[in-house]
């Protein structure tokens, strides 16, 4: 198989290929692993009984992959990655501020996931787990060199392995004994009910930087509804039905999460006990390799904007190498207290990268509806500038009154214990920026085409 050429660059039509059914698969596997299921377990974590951790669970899936869906159409039509067309509302140089919270959010991720499928190696064949770490970290780096065809291959495969499997998985887990009152609702707690949905959105909305890389290889004439519809019910299928899990099994084993991929084995018992850790290895290897070429990708776009660099073959082994070494690192410091990291990291994200989906859909569908010079986000001196200080602005001031509504172990602001817990930041996050950044910036682009001579219907034409 070729290695992927491309990297930052517009991919030219002749170019295009693949099928826009392939989103579906990608999402789906890409979510069908144990960092999902252990998200979904921090609702039993809250206190939540399994009832109400389910509707969280499935509501904000439901709402998160909404925007998450929104980002892949800009794969097919504008044919670039979804971090470099950033630069159309930040700025080529301004991009780099969201840039660097995307390129910390796939490295913390790689780790994560690295550290759940170094266990699941562990258990398995009874290595050290940081060596298992580093033997996850190196086959994602070699599916990563290889690039997009190889990872869209491989997704669909792993896609079949997966739906069997967890088949198995769930009927298992019904099988387990429960008492009588376990489906009833139980006792609500608002504050937690609501953190629970905001953490679910916040998992579709971190693959928003990076979900149009994989569609951008699509005609350009693919529907939009299907690359939404493909995606979205790949992602949200995947998602609901691991966290779910994680719900269930959390509260039925006691100790699930000291080590879920354990866990896991047990359930299915000791003849399919290594079936399911490779199948848990196969998923890290699904999320990681995306997790890695989105740094990869996001790391290019960061250094073109200053040194217009080339991504030769030998440019891109470096910088696959650094990431993935950077992560395997972190896996392997981190991997002792993994359960609080990865709740304070997850929850963190959030914050940071709601208010740059926000800025990026309303400028894609509100203001500039798709029509985009693609030639000039590859430009400092091009008609989106080195910086848009509107969106800058509109960014960090969005982040900054999230501030009072959050509720993490690091911080609860002061909204948030006012409502008992209650985290609506991502609501906040969300809505600030129609405000601040869709007003600002369509009167700045009247005033461009007017000084252009353009009429505002062809502007937003």
Do not use: C
Not at 138 to 165: M, N, P, R, S, W
């Amino acid at each position: 198989m070729n290695i992927e050429k491309r990297t930052i660059e517009f991919i030219p039509e002749e170019e295009r290929h693949g099928s826009v059914r392939n989103l579906f698969t990608i999402w789906f596997s890409a979510n069908m692993q144990v960092t999902t299921l252990v998200t979904g377990a921090l609702a039993i974590e809250f206190g939540l009984s399994i009832f109400w951790g389910l509707i969280a669970v499935i509501i904000g899936n439901l709402l998160g992959a909404i925007f998450m869906a929104s980002h892949s159409v800009q794969g097919p039509k504008l044919g670039i990655p979804q971090m470099i067309q950033s630069r159309a509302q930040f700025g080529v140089v301004g991009a780099v501020i969201p840039l660097f919270v995307v390129i910390l959010m796939y490295i913390g991720f790689f780790a994560s996931s690295g550290v759940l499928g170094a266990q699941a190696i562990s258990s398995a064949f009874s290595i050290p787990i940081n060596w298992g770490i580093i033997f996850v970290s190196i086959i994602a780096l070699v599916i990563t060199l290889i690039g997009y065809d190889l990872i869209h291959k491989l997704e669909k495969y792993f896609a079949i392995i997966f739906a069997i499997v967890f088949i198995f998985v769930t009927i298992e887990a019904f099988q387990l004994k429960m008492p009588s009152h376990i489906w009833a609702p139980g006792h609500f707690s608002a504050g937690s009910f609501l953190l629970m949905v905001s953490i679910a959105a916040t998992w579709q909305l971190t693959y928003a930087p990076y979900v149009a890389d994989y569609s951008r290889y699509l005609p350009s004439n693919t529907p939009s509804s299907k690359t939404f519809g493909y995606t979205y019910a790949g992602t949200v299928i995947g998602t609901v039905w691991m966290m779910s899990l994680g719900v269930i099994l959390t509260a039925l084993i006691p100790k699930f999460l000291n080590n879920s991929s354990l866990g896991l084995a047990k359930l299915v018992g000791p003849q399919l006990a290594v079936i399911m850790y490779l199948v848990i290895v196969l998923g890290v290897f699904a999320v990681n390799v995306l997790n890695l070429y989105g740094a990869f990708m996001s790391i290019t776009t960061t250094l073109e904007a200053f040194t217009k660099l080339k991504a030769t073959t030998n440019v891109r082994f470096w910088l696959v190498f650094a990431t993935a070494f950077i992560g395997a690192i972190l896996a392997i410091w981190g991997n002792g207290n993994f359960l609080t990291n990865f709740e304070n990291f997850i929850l963190l994200l959030s914050y940071f990268m709601v208010p740059w989906t926000a800025i990026n859909l309303i400028d894609y569908y509100l203001l500039r509806r798709g029509e985009y010079n693609v030639w000039d986000v590859f430009d400092v001196n091009g008609q989106y500038g080195k910086f848009n200080w509107v969106a800058i602005i509109a960014y960090l001031i969005s982040f900054i009154l999230e501030v009072p509504f959050v509720n993490t172990s690091m911080y609860v602001g002061p909204v948030s214990k006012a409502l008992d817990g209650t985290d609506i930041a991502w609501i906040v996050g969300l809505a600030v920026p129609l405000v601040l950044y869709y007003f600002p910036m369509r009167k700045k682009i009247n005033l461009s085409a007017s000084n252009r001579g353009i009429s505002n219907e062809q502007e937003f034409k």
